[in-house]
């Protein structure tokens, strides 16, 4: 007998965007890129600040909008989210243009704060974590963090994408889940008739045995 949890749900459960590290980290580079121009870009009328802050912009209203759009579409929600993933892979080749442009280090694993710049990446998601150092961050410091920044939440994006494609794979669309939906809901009251039909055939010859018992006959 299947049961409310069987059933083919049409919608799917409600996520709040606001609790993935993705979307959390997709607003502290949005809010962080904000501070970055004002501080390194604005005193030059550096035409790039615009488009910046709207890579920026991009990356975190896509993973609003795609993850607001999963509970109908998961082809909606996987292309949108990608449309993010490709602004803030935009934006991380803005941030190294900048180092390479005016000769500054990009960090790598034998950079003496490499280790800990990752470490305190992983473990702060939030913008508050890093808004505290932004008016003292070098242009160095600041370009590190915000690349580090991007290449965390575009691995937790990825990650999450394979997670939500097998799931489209298996369960399909919308259209998929509505069909499978109505063919679960005519095969289980087409169930009950035969139940019902069963147990009105049971009650009818049990009539007719008692019926037969007490001398009746069908025309009494």
């Not at 993935?20 to 600040?49: E, M, V």
């Not at 929600?77 to 990608?82: D, F, P, V």
């Not at 950079?111 to 070098?138: D, E, M, P, S």
Request: hydrophobic residues 35%; charged residues 30%; contains cysteine.
């Amino acid at each position: 007998m299947n049961t409310e949890k069987d059933k083919p749900k049409v919608l799917r459960g409600y996520l709040n965007y606001k609790d993935l590290y993705f979307y959390q980290k997709a607003d502290a580079i949005y809010q962080l890129t904000y501070i970055f121009c004002q501080r390194f870009l604005s005193q030059y009328g550096d035409r790039t600040i615009d488009q910046m802050v709207q890579a920026a912009r991009s990356g975190k209203q896509n993973i609003v909008e795609g993850i607001e759009a999963g509970n109908t579409s998961a082809e909606t929600e996987i292309k949108l989210l990608n449309v993010a993933r490709a602004s803030l892979q935009e934006l991380r080749e803005d941030y190294e243009d900048f180092l390479h442009t005016r000769q500054l280090t990009i960090w790598t694993v034998e950079h003496v704060r490499y280790a800990a710049l990752i470490g305190f990446c992983k473990i702060n998601n939030r913008a508050a974590a890093y808004t505290a150092f932004a008016q003292k961050w070098t242009a160095e410091e600041f370009c590190n963090t915000l690349l580090t920044l991007c290449h965390m939440a575009d691995k937790m994006m990825c990650a999450y994408l394979v997670r939500k494609e097998q799931l489209f794979v298996e369960q399909g669309g919308i259209k998929e889940r509505m069909y499978a939906a109505r063919t679960g809901y005519r095969k289980e009251q087409e169930e009950k008739m035969r139940r019902l039909q069963e147990e009105n055939n049971r009650l009818r010859a049990e009539n007719m045995q008692l019926r037969e018992k007490l001398g009746m006959t069908r025309d009494d």
